[in-house]
């Protein structure tokens, strides 16, 4: 109201006003052609993102503005809230403190700020209203360590102007316009009217003489300033703009300051103003600081209100149920109560972990009339934290996106879901055809049939050179059955002659190895590994027979199961582990359960107090885990987040759990036990489908190898065309095939062992002889032996020949020569 009164008054005598300081929109509504703004147009931009760039730097998370409670004051305020939260700064509380308060109403406004976590807070006021202000801070301490204190340019300026050379500068400006004038049209043209000869009468309030060509020198002034921009003022009055106009960052000390860097919309917090650094932190940036309180370690920018009260934190009542997580003992003959269990005990290693110290007491969630019962559910107990009845709450609280509406929590410090937990059966398998279930029925389908195609492919590339795979037609069949099936147990016995047939037996022998070792390792497993599979494996199946689950009692999980289609009638409380053991052991048949549904710290607690007789099941729904709760927007959160993941990286979490949740008694049985073993644990034809293609393509190669050099071999057979269709002619390659081949080196070298090994003696290592199978007979060679033989015995010496057939019989060989 005052600026506006002067600037009128300037209009009326023609007089130019210059001002150095901000300027509100109102003013610079007015359009006074006589008013001129020596300072930039963007200057409550630049100074608030300047401001918001220092709050950053050094890591504050919330500030409080304070501030005149008018123009002056709104207009700087409502930018610098959007630039503090833009940089998801928080600004909890704006103190506004009217332009004509008392002391006393000053002094009250800051009580209230002492009450309050944040000490960080910036200051935008006159200098008249700021000097009774600090004055009163510094009176009831608040200049003290850990307190912040920021003031923009308009309180900044006020120091500034106590430096001669400074003020010497601007009266310089102001002479560069009034050298150019007329001296002697200094004065006043007055303006008398009604014959008044008051001079306080604004009515007859004089014209200046050179106003108008003061003005207008005014507005065509052009120097370089303090800082090396050029000065120079644009239409309406108004400094030209300049980028590169900088913000000078002071540290008051006492009734003096020194320079600690500077601000600059291209550099931002720079050392110097020819310096270039791109960094965003304060650190090596600024110049030290000297602090209030004389400290020189950078203030957090909160502390614990300085009500003379610890932080109050809320825990639940367990019922007597699930108190390894919390318990609350009252001792009634000292009036004292103590809380312990595993949630206590990461929160008291939590706060060790914090770098400074947090007072609190823990306040049981119970009714006055009943210590052991809990005063409301879980939900009720975090509503306190937002009716500010607790400052926090500890315990096993369920981190829900209904409830982060309400309160902020940190992150979680246990696994996070609920799943679904049921009893596990022993699937060892005791029948009498237990030794069928290490391989799928396809896969023993593919093996038998696979044994078959050897045997028929070993015959088809033998029949023809070993006299082995020779005879009746169902002693070859047999005999190909028997070498292709034996090979299964490696104990066949007949030799293999064709250089197809050992290709093809080498790798189905290979073959027949893995799948043997295979075979082995799964039905030992199935007859001796403990296989604990679960009851029950899928949801649908409760509802569908609508069996009844289980609950914790006060858990959220209860509107959830009712999501899912569960009755009412089908859902079962429970407080403890014990309880939930006694359901499941009835069965829904007898008011009991068939499964439960809870969190997973929960789940784990029971199987490690139940050694592999539960088991979780799929699938689990997702939650935030346990979690610390605080109210919206408190600085704690930050800090007991980080002091978390120290404390669950440096193993004392699993410490906890192995005192508290039996997690080491039963870590090799459990170990998700059952709920994470496959449907089925027999081998299928998926993982043996390649070795069969193998095998495949080998008696396949092998196969055409054999009948091409059969076909090239007896080419005669096809091209004689003398008196014989083709049906005749591949009728007789086929007679052709299924008979011997007399002409094969494999059954000459048999013939020739046999005739040259004499009656009474045994083959030597010089003539070996190869075995001669029962099948020999019936062979035509082994007869014509025998012929050759008596047709060379002497007259004389018929007697004996009976010796020498005997003799023959006798070195027929055994298998094992």
């Known amino acids: 109201m005052e600026a506006m009164f002067v600037i009128g008054l300037a209009d009326k005598a023609h007089v130019p006003i210059l001002t150095i300081s901000e300027m509100s929109p109102s003013l610079l509504s007015l359009h ?15 100074q608030v993102e300047a401001i918001s760039a220092i709050v950053q730097a050094f890591g504050w998370k919330e500030v409080v503005p304070v501030y005149v409670n008018n123009g002056y004051g709104e207009v700087l305020i409502a930018s610098l809230t959007n630039s503090l939260q833009k940089s998801y700064i928080r600004v909890p ?56 204190w920021i003031v923009t340019a308009a309180i900044a300026n006020l120091f500034n102007s106590l430096d001669s050379s400074f003020m010497g500068s601007m009266e ?22 009604n014959g008044s000869n008051n001079v306080t009468d604004l009515e007859n309030f004089g014209i200046s003489r050179n106003g108008e060509k003061l003005r207008e020198a005014l507005s065509n002034v052009k120097f370089n300033g303090v800082g090396g921009d050029e000065f120079k003022l644009v239409g309406g009055g108004e400094l030209e703009a300049s980028s590169s106009s900088p913000f000078e960052i002071v540290n008051v000390i006492g009734n003096s300051e020194r320079n600690i860097g500077f601000w600059t919309p291209q550099e931002g917090l720079i050392r110097n103003l020819d310096a270039k650094n791109s960094s965003v932190t304060a650190k090596g940036i600024i110049r030290g600081i000297i602090w209030p309180g004389d400290s020189f370690s950078v203030p957090k920018g909160w502390e614990i209100p300085t009500n003379g009260k610890k932080l109050r934190i809320g825990v639940p009542v367990k019922d007597n149920g699930l108190s390894e997580f919390v318990k609350v003992i009252h001792d009634h003959a000292t009036n004292s109560t103590k809380v312990t269990g595993f ?3 990461v929160f008291n290693a939590v706060v060790e972990a914090l770098p400074y110290a947090l007072p609190f007491e823990l306040i049981p969630f119970e009714n006055s009339s009943d210590d052991d019962e809990m005063a409301g ?19 096993d609280t369920t981190i829900t996106a209904n409830r982060s509406m309400f309160v902020d929590f940190t992150l979680p410090y246990t696994e996070s879901g609920v799943t679904m937990v049921v009893p596990v059966r022993d699937n060892r398998k005791k029948n009498a055809w237990a030794f069928l279930k290490p391989l799928t029925w396809d896969l023993w389908v593919t093996i038998f049939c696979t044994f078959l195609f050897i045997g028929f492919v070993v015959w088809v590339l033998e029949h023809r050179i070993n006299i082995d795979f020779t005879g009746p037609l169902l002693y070859q069949i047999g005999t190909s059955l028997w070498f292709s099936f034996s090979t299964m147990v490696f104990s066949h016995q007949e030799r293999v002659e064709s250089n197809c047939g050992r290709f093809v037996v080498i790798i189905w022998i290979f073959v027949v190895q893995i799948l043997v ?51 009412e009638n089908q859902l079962k409380i429970y407080k403890s582990a014990e309880e939930c053991n006694e359901l499941f052991t009835k069965g829904s048949a007898n008011g009991g359960i ?19 007789k539960y088991a979780m099941v799929e699938p689990r729904f997702q939650t935030g885990g346990f979690g610390f709760v605080f109210p919206k927007g408190s600085p704690l959160v930050g800090d007991i987040s980080r002091a978390i993941l120290n404390v669950s990286e440096g193993g004392q979490m699993r410490k906890f759990e192995n005192a508290w949740l039996n997690r080491s008694s039963c870590e090799d049985s459990n170990n998700n036990n059952a709920a994470k073993v496959s449907s089925s644990a027999s081998l299928g034809l998926e993982s043996f489908w390649g070795l069969f293609l193998v095998v495949g393509v080998s008696c396949l190669i092998a196969l ?48 020739s062992c046999v005739t040259s090994c004499p009656a009474t003696s045994a083959p030597s290592a010089s003539t070996p002889c190869p075995p001669i199978s029962p099948s020999s007979n019936t062979d035509s060679s082994f007869s014509g032996i025998l012929d050759a033989h008596h047709q060379h015995k002497p007259a004389a010496q018929e007697p004996s020949a009976a010796i020498t057939v005997t003799g023959i019989q006798q070195i027929k060989p055994h298998r094992s020569l």
């Open 517 to 567: 070792q295979s075979y082995t390792a799964s039905l030992t497993s199935l007859l001796t590994v403990e296989q604990l599979r679960p009851a029950i494996t899928d949801v649908h199946h409760l509802l569908k027979n609508r069996l009844n689950v289980g609950y914790l009692k006060g858990s959220f999980v209860h509107e959830m199961l009712k999501d899912l289609g569960f009755h």
């Open 32 to 46: 006074s052609s006589y008013l001129f703004q020596i300072e930039q147009q963007d200057y409550y931009l630049a």
């Open 93 to 148: 509380y704006l103190s506004a403190i009217d332009f004509s308060a008392t002391d006393d109403a000053i002094q009250k406004e800051l009580y209230k700020l002492m009450t309050m976590q944040t000490r960080v807070f910036v200051v935008h006021m006159t200098p008249r209203v700021a000097s009774r202000f600090f004055a009163i801070t510094k009176e009831i301490g608040m200049m003290d360590e850990g307190y912040v």
């Open 704 to 751: 055409i190898i054999c009948l091409a050099t059969f076909i090239y071999d007896n080419k005669q057979i096809l091209s004689n065309h003398n008196n014989s269709s083709i049906r005749r002619r591949v009728g007789k390659l086929l007679k052709t095939f299924t008979e011997k081949d007399l002409s094969a080196h494999t059954l000459k070298r048999r013939d």
């Open 343 to 345: 949630c206590i005990d």
């Open 594 to 612: 068939d499964a439960a549904f809870d969190e997973v710290p929960y789940v784990l607690h029971l199987l490690g107090t139940y050694c592999s």
């Open 172 to 193: 310089a400006a102001l002479a560069i316009a009034v050298e150019k004038l007329d001296s002697t049209l200094f004065g006043f043209i007055t303006n008398v009217r």
């Open 377 to 395: 559910t879980y939900d009720e107990l975090i509503t306190q934290v937002y009716y500010g009845k607790f400052d926090a709450v500890v315990g």
